[in-house]
């Protein structure tokens, strides 16, 4: 069975940190050791929008927005991935999905709330 599974959403005074995990379960993620593994938000009334990536080899991308706020972590040996947010304001509140992505399959997390306010 295939499935990721995110954890570490709430909610966080603007200013504030999370930190989002997504762990990836089943035989297909470790015998595609090339793949790139990353976390997409959609806030409501939005598209659903990139806000970092992370290959298996340790090449990173981010949202313009997020740069300097965000970090993107990989385990690689477990399979995880991670984003630590920092200085959280409203604009970052959304849906946070977990992505794994190898040759052309793509698996999506459900999803995870994080909600910025006062």
């Known amino acids: 069975q295939v499935q990721l599974v995110e954890s570490g959403g709430g909610l966080v005074q603007p200013g504030g940190s999370l930190r989002l995990s997504c762990v990836a379960s089943?035989?297909?993620?470790?015998?595609?050791?090339?793949?790139?593994m990353g976390w997409y938000r959609q806030a409501p009334g939005k598209q659903r929008e990139l806000v970092a990536t992370?290959?298996?080899?340790?090449?990173?991308n981010y949202a313009d927005s997020v740069k300097g706020r965000f970090t993107i972590s990989r385990d690689n040996a477990k399979n995880a991935v991670n984003l630590q947010m920092n200085s959280l304001n409203a604009e970052d509140t959304a849906v946070y999905y977990c992505?794994?992505?190898?040759?052309?399959?793509?698996?999506w997390g459900k999803g995870t709330l994080v909600t910025v306010s006062s």
């Open positions: 992370m290959s298996s080899g340790g090449i990173t």
């Open positions: 992505k794994w992505t190898a040759l052309s399959m793509n698996y």
């Open positions: 089943g035989s297909i993620f470790s015998i595609f050791c090339i793949n790139v």
